[in-house]
């Protein structure tokens, strides 16, 4: 199972860091992606890592580079998205997954079998 955690309110301007919490399974062969999903629009990926057994790849959408940061920390069997500069256009629920690949990492939903149940973020003032 995946848990995502670490959202909230926050005001724009301001940062967030989401938690991707892996049970039952380790994480370090599988990729992991972070979607999200704006109510009433598709969900969209955003970001993702290699494995932690394979050379460090990770991948951001154009809206995304230089605001969020992916990470993940094989000892705690944890991904991360650090948030920037956080905008009320991403108020979204964020979603974790996991893609058993050894190779980078890519934004298709297929390729991931593994999903955390969201978490909410809500940028306003």
């Known amino acids: 199972q995946l848990q995502a955690s670490g959202g909230g309110l926050v005001q724009p301007g301001g940062s967030l860091r989401l938690s991707c919490e892996a049970s039952?399974?380790?994480?370090?062969?599988?990729?992991i992606g972070w979607f999200r999903q704006v109510p009433g629009k598709e969900r969209e990926g955003i970001s993702c890592?290699?494995?932690?057994?394979?050379?460090?790849?990770?991948y951001y959408t154009d809206s995304m580079k230089g605001r969020f940061t992916i990470s993940r920390d094989a000892g705690k069997n944890t991904g991360y998205l650090r948030m920037n500069s956080l905008k009320p256009e991403d108020t979204a629920v964020y979603y974790c997954?996991?893609?058993?690949?050894?190779?980078?990492?890519?934004?298709?939903?297929?390729?991931?079998?593994?999903w955390g149940p969201g978490t909410l973020v809500t940028v306003s003032s």
């Open positions: 890592i290699s494995p932690s057994n394979s050379p460090t790849y990770t």
């Open positions: 997954a996991a893609a058993p690949t050894d190779v980078r990492c890519s934004l298709a939903e297929y390729e991931y079998d593994e």
């Open positions: 039952g399974f380790t994480l370090d062969n599988y990729a």
